[in-house]
């Protein structure tokens, strides 16, 4: 809870498999997406971008500290059922952090028509087959949070 009033720590180092794609995104085709390596999400293969979102340095890093950050929380939550209270509530609260920089990074894109529409098409048939809509997988993710919250409070 006192990591919010410290300074912003510096961005992180590229990580090493997007350092030759951010150092030149067009000589290496589509932008991989951080979703479709996760082994979660069979049949996405486009990018979620199209390129021309990526020519700005500063977006490209902020890309990369996003999907280093979605990556870090996932790992660490492998951990979530040793923590005590507040270790759980602080990493709920990283969670939906980073979430919302998610949705906050998508809707730039899609407000400036960058988002690929092959992407969307993808990821909505994807959860389709899940039989969910992502608003309804929004949702569930908002409950599942809370839920979360509530059984950490029990402890």
């Given at each position: 809870?006192?990591s ?32 479709m ?5 069979p049949?996405?293969t ?72 092959l ?21 569930m ?15």
């Open positions: 809870a006192l919010k009033f410290l300074p912003a720590p510096p961005p992180p180092e590229l990580p090493p498999e997007l350092e030759p794609i951010m150092k030149n995104p067009q000589a290496n085709g589509p932008i991989p997406s951080a979703f390596d996760d082994g979660f999400s049949g996405i486009a990018a979620p971008f199209e390129s021309e979102a990526l020519k700005s340095e500063m977006v490209r890093e902020e890309l990369a500290k996003l999907i280093k950050d979605h990556k870090m929380i996932v790992k660490l939550g492998e951990q979530y059922g040793k923590w005590d209270r507040e270790g759980k509530k602080m990493y709920i609260d990283q969670l939906e952090a980073v979430e919302d920089r998610w949705d906050i990074f998508i809707k730039r894109f899609e407000l400036m028509g960058e988002q690929n529409p992407f969307t098409e993808q990821a909505e048939a994807y959860l389709a087959k899940l039989q969910i809509t992502p608003d309804e997988f929004r949702e993710n908002k409950k599942v949070r809370q839920q979360m919250r509530e059984d950490a409070e029990k402890f």
